[in-house]
């Protein structure tokens, strides 16, 4: 397959937006840095200059700015060395968070180790303040850039404007996975595919705009910054080399999409051999010190979570009480960790053996066959049940089966006996992790979610689990609580 080689194309391509914004992403960086420092500095100090001093009668004097300066200079660069702004993982996903608190830890880890080998009597005061603050308003800052990112993508802005190249089916897998997920910073202008197929419409609604040959053409009518090469038999080496090459020269990014669907990188290794990249795809792993973590994480912030929501505890439980006959709290059996089954604590929203009425009101609405087992304006709702649900106020006491390890703060949707019964292989692996009291489908839709995308959601939480996505789901459920949609 010969690919034209149009030298006139593209001949100055204007920055990418992931350039522009990990150059904001810099300046909120230093500013956060050298704040918390120097603000520790001064909280434990003042302005008085203090001599740090180390055993063997070494003074060094106005020595904590110079460690100061020192640690702001050196979270920079470690900031830099674990890539944190690098265009490939800022804008989206859970690595960028990561990357920054794996920097910050390792940071503060040799600084505690340096000035243990050199005896210096470091305040820990100091050290401890700069640490959490530091990493804290970090995390702060690049969340709140998204933000700001997300509205200006949604209006237009910083978005490369990218091509499909490959076959139909590929491309449209592609496609559809790129335009179900927001914030991923590509806007889809055109597709180029096999020429015999060319006139058999759009693909995924991504309008044709040529055959394989015709990709700097393409590249110039579109005003392209980026090309995904899909896959294609007609795509061989050769070929994609030389279109790599001439991509090069017009400034246009590569991406090579792999058929591997819902895999995070942290599970994906790149390895060369022979000048083959290879890529090598981990399987998920959820036992030894990841469980541990995990279960820690739970224990330490459910207990708190009990100790701070104490008085709303008390006073949705009066609330309930009093609005109709029956039980405060509802136990419902759900099937969790490798199908055991366990007693779900809610607040009772519903009338008293409202169970009952369950299979009539699915036969009635016609959906008693579908595997999530949802009622539409369901009559069995009480006032109170009604307020409550719209806040999640009814899942509150679920902090209790976080507590006796029955569920996880975070993980896959508790479902029922019925529902699992429904399941197909693949939805099985969702019950490799405890169910969660909240998940990626509570802060991606919460009940308006199809079943599809619930199952694909799960799943792909328990394929790439970390502590760093639990916390930022833990977050995104506070948001989604506080403006509550899809929660009935």
């Not at 500013?31 to 918390?36: F, S």
């Not at 083959?276 to 469980?291: C, K, M, Q, T």
């Not at 609330?319 to 039980?327: E, H, L």
């Not at 390890?405 to 490799?432: C, F, T």
Request: hydrophobic letters at 45%; aromatic letters at 10%; proline letters at 5%.
């Amino acid at each position: 397959m010969a690919v034209t080689d149009r030298r006139t194309v593209g001949v100055t391509r204007r920055k990418s937006w992931q350039r522009a914004f990990a150059m904001r992403l810099f300046a909120t960086d230093i500013i956060v840095v050298i704040c918390a420092v120097f603000g520790s500095q001064l909280l434990w100090f003042g302005f008085a200059p203090v001599e740090l001093v180390a055993e063997g009668g070494l003074d060094l004097e106005t020595s904590y700015f110079t460690v100061s300066v020192i640690l702001v200079v050196a979270w920079m660069l470690i900031l830099d060395i674990f890539a944190t702004r690098d265009h490939k993982v800022i804008g989206s996903g859970t690595l960028e968070y990561k990357r920054v608190a794996d920097a910050t830890f390792l940071l503060f880890g040799l600084f505690a180790i340096f000035a243990y080998l050199f005896k210096l009597e470091v305040a820990r005061g100091y050290f401890l303040t700069a640490l959490p603050v530091g990493l804290v308003v970090l995390a702060l800052s690049r969340w709140s850039w998204r933000q700001w990112l997300r509205k200006n993508q949604a209006a237009g802005g910083y978005l490369s404007r990218a091509l499909l190249l490959g076959e139909r089916q590929k491309s449209t897998h592609v496609a559809q996975t790129i335009m179900r997920t927001p914030g991923s910073g590509l806007l889809l202008v055109g597709a180029l595919t096999q020429p015999e197929t060319v006139h058999n419409g759009p693909i995924h609604g991504v309008p044709i705009l040529g055959g394989y040959d015709d990709l700097l053409r393409a590249v110039d009518e579109a005003q392209a910054d980026t090309v995904i090469l899909t896959g294609a038999d007609k795509i061989n080496p050769a070929v994609m080399r030389r279109i790599g090459w001439q991509l090069d020269a017009h400034d246009i990014e590569l991406i090579v999409a792999p058929a591997l669907t819902d895999i995070a990188g942290p599970r994906i290794h790149a390895r060369p051999v022979a000048g083959l990249p290879l890529i090598h795809v981990s399987y998920p792993a959820f036992e030894g010190a990841r469980r541990w973590t995990k279960r820690s994480f739970d224990v330490v912030t459910s207990s708190l979570l009990i100790l701070l929501s104490s008085p709303v505890l008390i006073g949705v439980a009066i609330a309930v009480k009093r609005s109709s006959p029956g039980d405060i709290i509802y136990r419902q059996v759900r099937v969790g960790r490798t199908g055991d089954v366990f007693g779900m604590l809610k607040f009772r929203s519903m009338v008293q053996n409202a169970d009952d009425q369950l299979e009539s009101l699915l036969d009635a609405q016609g959906t008693s066959d579908k595997p999530l087992f949802k009622v539409t304006n369901d009559p069995r709702i009480t006032p109170v049940g009604l307020f409550i649900r719209k806040f999640s106020l009814d899942e509150l006491p679920q902090l209790f089966n976080v507590l006796r390890g029955e569920m996880s703060l975070v993980g896959p949707r508790p479902q029922r006996a019925a529902e699992v019964a429904l399941y197909d292989d693949a939805a099985h692996r969702r019950l490799i992790m405890k169910p969660g009291m909240s998940g990626l489908w509570q802060v991606s839709g919460r009940s308006n979610l199809s079943w599809e995308d619930s199952i694909r959601l799960d799943l792909y939480y328990v394929e790439n689990w970390s502590l760093t996505a639990d916390i930022l789901i833990l977050w995104r459920t506070f948001r989604a609580v506080a403006r509550p949609e899809g929660a009935v």
